[in-house]
């Protein structure tokens, strides 16, 4: 398919907003637009000040459209994995038509099957993954359309999540003025992009090191199997060195950023900085050694919750190692104090993409480059407003439709009756 198609990443964090405008051409990412801004009223992933919020949602939408001359109108927006559970999901059809090929609608349905299962009040439907269709037992089938058959399942993972939370980020959007083209778990479009193929079917464990919270999401048989969300980040290292050198907060992130390293040893001595004294006209002197050891106690920590979260989750050996990512992995040493603490093999994923080449971007990334691989496969569905968006849909609702002449786009026909089915249980939460 050669197409060009612009598309609007919404990236929702604890420390930062970050918008970005690419454009996909034939597969291929181009980045014309960033808006990156602090954000405010946003803890440890979840939004905790709706007003506050708004506003860096739109200075980062303005300094995007500012550095383009696009209206942005609709974005790919990124859920936090907070409180997140994945299920399996099982579903089944037969397949319609008199000369039993499968076919768009045969799709459609058996994904609109597998959603038919109860879901507590209180958590929402984010994604639904498939992970193989089966075609009259024949199994491990990527795609079943043009495939003849009488029975067509689907295995699936659904992911789910806290509906205060979803409908919490929705709010912000609505006010913001934006309508939302896709959402996604931000693991889930990060994580896929992040790791190779092998990386992802081997088992490997992908970690955003974000500002209020580390994510943990492990990749295995090239899915999503598990992630969570742990409440420590960046905004903690920054803490712990305003505290320590005594200094304001906004001295020692920049301090973090210029001098950070997290690796003791490899930390130099002789390497000298002033410091201002928070109250005081005064400077103290301080050494990137002596403050690698702070943000190494912080980090060690952290890794130590990792490695705690991923017993729990049942995870007993990464074959494919550990992939970091996210603001904090921009510090000097990380990995090799992952690797001294993890006791596995440790690298550092930064998006190769002008004017995004840093790890804080991964997300962000990932967002467009999802969107943009389940269009092609599913096709492309209409934009929803928020103030009409109960309940988040499924991405994977609307198949394009196939032909032999070659892939047609078609509307998202299917796509809308899961949204109004949706609303019609759902539309009494915005009263």
Same mark, same amino acid.
């Given at each position: 398919?050669?197409?060009?198609?612009?598309?609007?990443?919404?990236?929702?964090?604890?420390?930062?907003?970050?918008?970005?405008?690419?454009?996909?051409?034939?597969?291929?990412?181009?980045?014309?637009?960033?808006?990156?801004?602090?954000? $405010? /009223? %946003?803890?440890?992933?979840?939004? +905790?000040?709706?007003?506050?919020?708004? #506003?860096? *949602?739109?200075?980062? @939408?303005?300094?995007?459209?500012?550095? $383009? /001359? %696009?209206?942005?109108?609709?974005? +790919?927006?990124?859920?936090?994995?907070? #409180?997140? *559970?994945?299920?399996? @999901?099982?579903?089944?059809?037969?397949?319609? /038509?008199?000369?039993?090929?499968?076919?768009?609608?045969?799709?459609?349905?058996?994904?609109?099957?597998?959603?038919?299962?109860s879901i507590p009040p209180e958590r929402e439907?984010?994604?639904?993954?498939?992970?193989?269709?089966?075609?009259?037992?024949?199994?491990?089938?990527?795609?079943?359309?043009?495939?003849?058959?009488?029975?067509?399942?689907?295995?699936?993972?659904?992911?789910?999540?806290?509906?205060?939370?979803?409908?919490n980020v929705l709010r912000c959007v609505e006010?913001?003025?934006?309508?939302?083209?896709?959402?996604?778990?931000?693991?889930?479009?990060?994580?896929?992009?992040?790791?190779?193929?092998?990386?992802?079917?081997?088992?490997?464990?992908?970690?955003?090191?974000?500002?209020?919270?580390?994510?943990?999401?492990?990749?295995?048989?090239?899915?999503?199997?598990?992630?969570?969300?742990?409440?420590?980040?960046?905004d903690h290292i920054t803490k712990d060195l305003?505290?320590?050198?005594?200094?304001?907060?906004?001295?020692?992130?920049?301090?973090?950023?210029?001098?950070?390293?997290?690796?003791?040893?490899?930390?130099?001595?002789?390497?000298?900085?002033?410091?201002?004294?928070?109250?005081?006209?005064?400077?103290?002197?301080?050494?990137?050694?002596?403050?690698?050891?702070?943000?190494?106690?912080?980090?060690?920590?952290?890794?130590?919750?990792?490695?705690?979260?991923?017993?729990?989750?049942?995870?007993?050996?990464?074959?494919?190692?550990?992939?970091?990512?996210?603001?904090?992995?921009?510090?000097?040493?990380?990995?090799?104090?992952?690797?001294?603490?993890?006791?596995?093999?440790?690298?550092?994923?930064?998006?190769?993409?002008?004017?995004?080449?840093?790890?804080?971007?991964?997300?962000?990334?990932?967002?467009?480059?999802?969107?943009?691989?389940?269009?092609?496969?599913?096709?492309?569905?209409?934009?929803?407003?928020?103030?009409?968006?109960?309940?988040?849909?499924?991405?994977?609702?609307?198949?394009?439709?196939?032909?032999?002449?070659?892939?047609?786009?078609?509307?998202?026909?299917?796509?809308?009756?899961?949204?109004?089915?949706?609303?019609?249980?759902?539309?009494?939460?915005?009263?």
């Open positions: 398919m050669n197409h060009q198609e612009i598309y609007v990443s919404l990236d929702i964090g604890s420390s930062s907003i970050k918008v970005l405008i690419g454009e996909m051409n034939d597969d291929q990412l181009h980045v014309i637009g960033v808006g990156h801004v602090k954000s $405010t /009223g %946003i803890r440890k992933g979840a939004i +905790v000040d709706i007003d506050a919020t708004v #506003q860096s *949602i739109k200075k980062a @939408v303005d300094q995007a459209e500012r550095m $383009t /001359g %696009i209206k942005i109108e609709e974005v +790919v927006l990124g859920v936090p994995a907070n #409180q997140t *559970i994945l299920q399996p @999901v099982k579903g089944v059809v037969a397949v319609n /038509g008199e000369d039993r090929e499968i076919t768009d609608d045969d799709l459609a349905r058996v994904i609109d099957s597998a959603q038919v299962m439907l984010v994604n639904l993954i498939p992970k193989q269709f089966i075609v009259d037992n024949l199994d491990e089938i990527k795609d079943p359309r043009g495939m003849i058959g009488i029975r067509l399942e689907m295995d699936a993972t659904m992911i789910t999540t806290s509906k205060t939370l979803v409908h006010r913001a003025g934006l309508q939302i083209r896709e959402i996604y778990l931000q693991p889930l479009a990060a994580g896929n992009f992040a790791l190779t193929e092998d990386e992802k079917n081997q088992g490997t464990a992908y970690i955003d090191l974000g500002g209020g919270s580390t994510t943990v999401a492990v990749f295995q048989d090239g899915l999503l199997k598990n992630t969570a969300v742990i409440p420590v980040g960046g305003s505290i320590v050198l005594k200094t304001p907060t906004e001295q020692a992130e920049k301090i973090k950023k210029q001098y950070g390293h997290a690796f003791y040893d490899d930390a130099s001595d002789e390497q000298l900085f002033d410091v201002p004294v928070v109250g005081t006209d005064t400077t103290d002197q301080y050494s990137q050694r002596y403050i690698s050891e702070i943000i190494g106690v912080r980090l060690e920590e952290l890794f130590e919750l990792v490695l705690d979260e991923l017993a729990r989750m049942g995870v007993q050996d990464l074959p494919g190692g550990i992939v970091i990512s996210g603001g904090v992995a921009q510090l000097e040493g990380i990995a090799q104090l992952a690797r001294q603490i993890m006791l596995t093999r440790v690298r550092i994923y930064t998006p190769d993409y002008i004017g995004v080449r840093e790890p804080a971007f991964t997300t962000s990334v990932g967002l467009i480059r999802y969107a943009n691989a389940e269009d092609d496969f599913y096709g492309r569905s209409e934009p929803v407003d928020p103030s009409s968006y109960v309940a988040p849909y499924p991405t994977q609702s609307t198949p394009s439709k196939k032909q032999a002449n070659g892939p047609e786009r078609v509307e998202s026909a299917n796509k809308v009756s899961v949204i109004d089915r949706a609303k019609n249980l759902l539309n009494k939460f915005f009263d």
